[in-house]
């Protein structure tokens, strides 16, 4: 497969993928058959075509690396949001015993004002 063939069907694989609304591998097909450069030239020659057979083993071994980038995706947000969950736990109990003592004081400051009056 010519460099310009994959490139154009990972482009429309891509592109349905981000619509939502996935190519089929028989019109795919087809309109290679079809499309035309700037020049109004065909953009792929009959020995560039590929079978809907083809274009179908391509998008599975692109949807099938795309649930693997997926996956680790949603691993590493999953992981990055308990380090965060546990520096905020950290935080809030390294933070805790100065609050107490923030509290105390100023028990103690309240005291001694009571006292003065």
Do not use: C
Request: no cysteine; aromatic share 6%; proline share 3%.
């Amino acid at each position: 497969m010519t460099d310009k063939t994959k490139t154009y069907l990972v482009n429309i694989f891509e592109q349905g993928s981000q619509i939502g609304n996935k190519a089929h591998p028989d019109q795919v097909s087809r309109q290679m058959k079809l499309d035309k450069d700037v020049d109004v030239k065909l953009l792929f020659k009959p020995d560039e075509w590929r079978t809907p057979q083809q274009i179908s083993q391509l998008f599975s071994r692109l949807a099938a690396a795309q649930k693997q980038v997926d996956e680790k995706d949603f691993a590493a947000e999953e992981t990055e949001l308990t380090l965060a969950t546990l520096r905020n736990e950290v935080m809030e109990q390294e933070l805790l015993p100065q609050r107490l003592l923030s509290a105390r004081e100023t028990y103690a400051t309240l005291l001694i004002r009571s006292w003065a009056h």
